[in-house]
């Protein structure tokens, strides 16, 4: 399983969940104080949707998921071997989960990419305060 990774800022996050609710015609997977995801089957596609009021309609950052940290280290493994530099994320929550991924490092227009996999549910959005899932 692998899927890509919409992570966006939302002024509204009830409105925002009812409205992407209708949109993919399915409920989100996760619902937490100030944050919702969607794992969208068709398209293949996990939607994060951040409160962040006064950001709303904005990118928070794009990410690919896979399955496994085996995947997370073959598509690392790729990308270096492509001259493409990463920065490691191994065993750190993040987005109310327990994840092993990785940022892409050097973006052309600096958008942030990540590739993780999901270890385990959290209880807290944790990591937030160093720049995942934040605004």
């Known amino acids: 399983m692998s899927r890509v990774q919409l992570a966006l800022n ?7 969940i009812a409205f992407y609710q209708r949109l993919f015609g399915t409920p989100p997977a996760k ?3 100030g944050y919702a995801n969607f794992a969208v089957t068709d398209p293949p596609l996990k939607l994060v949707l951040i409160e962040s009021p006064g950001h709303g309609g ?6 690919v998921e896979v399955a496994d940290t085996a995947a997370v280290d073959v598509v690392q493994e790729r990308l270096r071997g ?3 530099a990463s920065t490691d994320e191994r065993d750190t929550t993040c987005c109310y989960a327990r994840q092993d991924k990785f940022w892409v490092d050097g973006t052309p227009d600096g958008e942030r990419w990540e590739v993780y996999a999901v270890l385990a549910d959290a209880p807290v959005i944790s990591v937030a ?7």
């Open 58 to 63: 904005t990118l928070n950052h794009l990410g």
């Open 82 to 84: 492509d001259g493409l």
């Open 10 to 16: 939302v002024d509204d996050l009830d409105t925002s």
């Open 31 to 33: 619902v937490r104080p």
């Open 129 to 135: 305060q160093a720049g995942c899932c934040s605004a």
